[in-house]
C-alpha cells in the first residue's frame, strides 16, 4: 500500500471473537512504516463509534475489530 502524507485506509470491521491480535507490518519487506492504529467493540457498531488507538503490542479483542493505516 502506498499512502501520501496525511492520508490513511481503514480495513473493514472484522468479527475476530474474544482472541489477542497481534498485527504485522513490513513483513515481507523493511521500508517505511506508517502508523498503526485500532479500536474494538462488542458490536460492529460500538466498534465503529470507538476511538482509535495506537498499536504498540497485541491487544485483547471484545468481538470486533478496525485497523488504520496512516502515513504522517
Known sequence: MILDSNEYMESEVIDTGSF???????????????????????????????????YTVPFASSGFVQVRVENT
Request: include cysteine; aromatic fraction near 12%.
Open 20 to 54: 489477542t491480535i497481534e498485527l504485522d507490518q513490513n513483513f515481507y519487506d523493511t521500508g517505511d512504516d506508517g502508523v498503526l492504529k485500532y479500536r474494538i467493540g462488542a458490536t460492529v457498531e460500538a466498534c465503529e463509534a470507538a476511538s482509535w488507538n495506537a
